[in-house]
């Protein structure tokens, strides 16, 4: 069955510091992945996303995640972040053709001043 | 509209109670999903539409839970007979078919 594990419930970073939020998938086929971001009373805003070709995927915020077939991963890294990213992000994998989102637990990232 | 909306935006109901809750996707959005989020939960899955018709109910947990999108735009999620356990934040997102899901805010359902 497919599924989505993100290792860390909490990170906490310094501001401007590089961030790295990893995600570990199961699924048969090749995957579509997606990473999502959740701030408080915010619905879920797509950050980036993978279907296939280049495995290092540019997203928004300066967001970028890079697709290792090898390690079913599908990690999410930032270079410096900023207060305004604290919030929760999840990783998903798509399946069934129309993109049926299977969520991973979530990742909550504090940042410090 | 701009976004998905999604009405109303909390709900508190008794045990045993009937709900109704309400999705206006984006418009021309033919795909049209709902998920539910437990607390401290990813979104899980519950139903996916594509026009008119339920193309995936897998994931709905009984058949207590039902939805209908009758003219494939407005879509309703009906919950017989609430349970504590339904307590959640219910989610619907819309989509062009395969390409990106766009979330609404949610409705947080409370059953007492």
């Known amino acids: 069955a497919q599924s989505v594990t993100q290792p860390d419930i909490h990170i906490t970073v310094s501001e401007g510091a590089s961030l790295e939020l990893r995600c570990n998938y199961s699924?048969?086929?090749?995957?579509?992945l997606f990473w999502y971001v959740q701030s408080p009373g915010q619905g879920l805003q797509l950050l980036l996303k993978?279907?296939?070709?280049?495995?290092l995927v540019q997203g928004i915020k300066g967001f970028e995640a890079e697709f290792k077939r090898s390690q079913s991963s599908f990690n999410l890294r930032k270079p410096s972040v900023h207060w305004s990213d604290a919030a929760e992000y999840f990783c998903?994998?798509?399946?069934?053709?129309?993109?049926?989102?299977?969520f991973g637990a979530g990742t909550r990232l504090a940042v410090h001043p | 509209g701009a976004g998905v909306s999604q009405t109303p935006s909390n709900k508190v109901t008794e045990k045993g109670k009937y709900v109704e809750l309400r999705c206006d996707p984006i418009?021309?959005?033919?795909?049209l999903y709902w998920y539910r989020q437990s607390l401290g939960q990813g979104p899980e899955f519950l139903i996916y539409?594509?026009?008119?018709?339920?193309?995936?109910d897998s994931g709905l947990p009984n058949d207590r839970f039902f939805a209908v999108r009758p003219e494939g735009s407005v879509s309703t999620l009906k919950i017989q007979r609430t349970e504590r356990g339904d307590s959640a934040v219910y989610l619907c997102?819309?989509?062009?078919?395969?390409?990106?899901?766009?979330f609404g805010p949610g409705t947080r359902l409370t059953v007492l």
């Open positions: 997102a819309s989509s062009l078919a395969g390409d990106e899901q766009f």
């Open positions: 699924y048969g086929a090749t995957p579509y």
């Open positions: 993978y279907f296939s070709g280049d495995t």
């Open positions: 998903a994998v798509g399946s069934g053709g129309y993109n049926k989102l299977i």
């Open positions: 418009s021309g959005h033919t795909a």
């Open positions: 539409f594509q026009g008119t018709g339920a193309a995936d």
